[in-house]
Nanobody, 114 residues
Framework: QAQLVESGGGLVQPGGSVRLSCGVS????????WSWYRQTPGKEREWVAT???????IYADSVKGRFTISRDNVKNTVYLQMNSLKPEDTAVYYC????????WGQGTQVTVSS
């Protein structure tokens, strides 16, 4: 199983930006589709964005036009550039293989607040 290490979160003001990183220790990283998810207390984990092995991207409607997912197949890393942040983006963010239901990392907390 892959080890997933998310980083880059923190406290951000509304309208601000932050870039999350997810380091993946897994062979054949470049052959898989990778996704970002987020979760707030008391709610189920929510899908945010996916990047396919050939770099096609899809986004949840709530983040479309504000977030950008990307990948670096040399560094085995997935990124999430988050712009125009809103308080409702506050959550713990996780990355994982697209469609995964297990093997989650520790996540990284993003708090959007003034």
């Amino acid at each position: 199983q892959a080890q997933l290490v998310e980083s880059g979160g923190g406290l951000v003001q509304p309208g601000g930006s932050v870039r999350l990183s997810c380091g993946v220790s897994r062979t054949m990283f470049d052959r898989y589709n990778w996704s970002w998810y987020r979760q707030t207390p008391g709610k189920e984990r929510e899908w945010v964005a996916t990047i396919t092995s050939d770099r096609n991207t899809i986004y949840a409607d709530s983040v479309k036009g504000r977030f950008t997912i990307s990948r670096d197949n040399v560094k085995n890393t997935v990124y999430l550039q988050m712009n125009s942040l809103k308080p409702e983006d506050t959550a713990v963010y996780y990355c994982n293989r697209a469609g995964a239901t297990s093997n989650w990392g520790q996540g990284t907390q993003v708090t959007v607040s003034s």
